[in-house]
């Protein structure tokens, strides 16, 4: 039995589909073989946290809006003893107002070059 072979065992391992006598194949191969072996360990790791997750419960309904309620409420923390934002704003304004124009006449230009 060739590692090839023994791969496609493995595969049927993690599946529960291996008959005695071809499980008996398996562990024989692994016994002699660290990379099978290795993989063999891979699977076996891999199967176990599958399962692990399967057996988690879904979160409760309210989940969300429990998720949801607690943003909002840190957002309103952050925001206490702030002062208005509109300044901000107003400056944000001014400065993509003045982006659009640069844009706006590099465009122009490029648009109005002459052609060679």
């Avoid at 599946?15 to 099978?36: G, I, R």
């Amino acid at each position: 039995m060739n590692c090839d072979d023994v791969t496609e065992l493995i595969s049927a391992f993690a599946d529960n589909e291996l008959s005695q006598e071809k499980l008996s194949l398996l562990n024989s191969h692994t016994a002699s073989c660290s990379d099978c072996s290795k993989y063999l360990d891979e699977v076996k790791e891999l199967s176990g946290q599958i399962k692990q997750v399967a057996s988690l419960s879904p979160p409760s309904s309210d989940f969300q809006a429990r998720i949801i309620d607690s943003l909002n409420d840190q957002i309103k923390h952050m925001h206490r003893g702030q002062k208005s934002r509109r300044p901000a704003s107003i400056i944000f304004a001014v400065a993509a107002s003045f982006f659009v124009s640069i844009a706006g006449a590099l465009i122009w230009a490029d648009l109005n070059k002459p052609s060679l």
